[in-house]
């Protein structure tokens, strides 16, 4: 079975620095597509980035992006130039068939 | 287009009650996930319906179950509700869902339930 493990409970940043948040994850499939997802306090869940396994290149979203290492199965968040906007609960996930979600990671943008 | 709605937003229970909770997607959509949001778990899948046919189950017993109607809208029951399942419930809908490798789901605002 699929697993997504996210090891950073509570991150913080200041305004306009630079956040890695990480994710892990373990499967034996060889397509699949990995997702971070951004919660903000109290708003609808919202997708950040999307990366299909299949593809080398790192996906990129303005000021997010993404480092997909295939074979040590890492999909790990680069959020540039943090805002404060940028608060939120951060969820790994993987997709075959179905979602799996990770733990979720609390980032908070300091002013 | 209007995004997905949830409907209650809020609702509190004691053990033993059962509960159903609502969920249309966005106009088009025909794929709806569950999922139960709890501080330290994350989102753990409940199950998927698509076309009126669930498609995907994830672990939980068989007091979670969903059914989802001709128009796409779902509903969710918990039947005999106990403590630990207070939760943020969350439905996502997507276009095909699990049928289109891929696709982004899009989440609702959740139903906060509290069981006492």
């Known amino acids: 079975a699929q697993t997504v493990t996210q090891s950073q409970p509570e991150m913080s940043v200041q305004e306009a620095e630079t956040v890695t948040l990480s994710c892990t994850y373990d499967?034996?499939?060889?397509?699949?597509?990995l997702f971070w997802y951004k919660q903000p306090p109290s708003r609808q869940m919202i997708l950040v980035i999307r990366q299909e396994a299949y593809k080398q290149q790192n996906a990129t979203e303005n000021r997010f992006s993404v480092n997909f290492q295939k074979a040590a199965k890492s999909f790990s968040l680069k959020i540039s130039d943090s805002q404060l906007g940028d608060t939120a609960m951060y969820f790994c996930?993987?997709?075959?068939?179905?979602?799996?979600f990770g733990t979720g990671t609390r980032l908070k943008v300091l002013a | 287009k209007a995004g997905v709605t949830q409907t209650p937003r809020y609702l509190i229970k004691t053990r033993g009650q059962q509960v159903t909770l609502s969920c249309s997607p966005i106009?088009?959509?025909?794929?709806v996930s569950w999922y139960q949001q709890t501080p330290g778990q994350g989102l753990q899948f409940l199950f998927e319906y698509f076309s009126e046919t669930q498609r995907n189950k994830g672990n939980f017993p068989g007091r979670f179950s969903g059914r989802q109607f001709s128009n796409s809208r779902s509903e969710m029951n918990v039947s005999t509700l106990e403590l630990g399942d207070s939760a943020l419930y969350l439905c996502?809908?997507?276009?095909?869902?699990?049928?289109?490798?891929?696709?982004?789901?899009?989440f609702g605002p959740g139903t906060r339930l509290l069981v006492l």
């Open positions: 499967t034996s499939e060889n397509n699949y597509y």
């Open positions: 996930a993987f997709m075959k068939f179905k979602y799996i």
């Open positions: 106009s088009g959509h025909r794929s």
């Open positions: 996502a809908s997507s276009f095909d869902g699990a049928g289109l490798a891929g696709e982004t789901q899009y």
